[in-house]
């Protein structure tokens, strides 16, 4: 799949089948986060990957966002060093490129709970330097959305050429 493609296309996954993930493309989607450009090459992040399913069900009890997590095929738990002035920005640099090598491989995935969930970094083993900012649900989706169908506003209206007000056409 073409980058502009999954962009285009990506949505947000919340339910998905009982089927596993191959190791293989686990392991893409991971060093897909890993590859992502950070500020200074500081890359102030870590990645738990769960897979297993009475921790995944932990994980959707904890993340009051996300549910659905206990049913994914696996999550990422997604950590930064709470030092790191970059953190969040390059943390979500990493999750978006993760999302999108997973939805071009037929996976979905949804951006679920945000800073500071501390019930989550005790469950998995994660110190008190890092926050976890985010755990990332992964699974085929158990229908077919309509690719590209989504509810955004017009270019014009949020794209200025130059100066803010200037629109884009």
């Given at each position: ?46 990645f ?53 090598t ?42 077919v959305?309509t690719?590209?169908?989504?509810r ?5 209206e ?12």
């Amino acid at each position: 799949m073409e980058v502009y493609e999954a962009v285009h296309t990506v949505l947000a996954v919340r339910e998905f089948q009982s089927k596993p993930v191959p190791d293989s493309v686990v392991r893409r989607i991971i060093e897909s986060a890993r590859l992502t450009g950070s500020s200074m090459n500081g890359q102030p992040w870590h990645f738990v990957v769960v897979q297993n399913r009475d921790t995944l069900v932990k994980l959707g009890s904890l993340v009051s966002s996300g549910p659905y997590n206990g049913q994914a095929a696996f999550a990422v738990a997604v950590a930064i060093n709470k030092s790191s002035v970059f953190g969040i920005s390059d943390a979500s640099r990493a999750i978006q490129s993760m999302v999108l090598t997973a939805w071009s491989e037929g996976i979905g995935s949804n951006w679920t709970g945000w800073v500071g969930m501390t019930k989550v970094a005790s469950l998995l083993g994660i110190p008190e330097s890092l926050d976890v900012i985010a755990v990332v649900p992964f699974g085929y989706p158990t229908r077919v959305h309509t690719m590209g169908k989504k509810r955004r506003k017009n270019l014009s209206e949020i794209a200025h050429r130059e100066r803010f007000g200037q629109r884009f056409s």
